[in-house]
């Protein structure tokens, strides 16, 4: 079993910065490809971005690049989503991610394999 715990969300105004963690524990059998995705009230969860299971490749959602950044630290079993910039339409809850076996990068929610609990994030204008 894979374990995935978010932390680090919380409420902050239009134009503010949030850095998520997201850590990994149990039988990870080493590093996957991770991604982000969120899930705003009444709306289906959406693809965020993906990492690379060496970090070297990132993929992001039209609607927030050029302000998010995800990254990670294989060694400590940590994937972060820095977020910068936030907008309203940026309010959901925002899930950490692993790949099911033989995907590349998750890129929709049937990519994944293994979902943390989210952690809310809210932001006003």
């Known amino acids: 079993q894979v374990q995935l715990a978010e932390s680090g969300g919380g409420s902050v105004q239009a134009g503010g910065s949030l850095r998520l963690s997201c850590a990994a524990s149990?039988?990870?059998?080493?590093?996957?490809?991770m991604g982000w995705f969120r899930q705003a009230p009444g709306k289906e969860r959406e693809f965020v971005t993906s990492?690379?299971?060496?970090?070297?490749?990132?993929y992001y959602a039209d609607s927030v690049k050029g302000r998010f950044t995800i990254s990670r630290d294989n060694a400590k079993n940590m994937v972060y989503l820095q977020m910068n910039s936030l907008k309203p339409e940026d309010t959901a809850v925002y899930f950490c991610a692993q790949s099911r076996g033989r995907v590349i990068i998750p890129r929709q929610t049937n990519d994944v394999g293994y979902w943390g609990q989210g952690t809310q994030v809210t932001v006003s204008s």
């Open positions: 149990g039988r990870t059998f080493g590093p996957y490809p």
């Open positions: 990492i690379s299971t060496s970090g070297e490749r990132t």
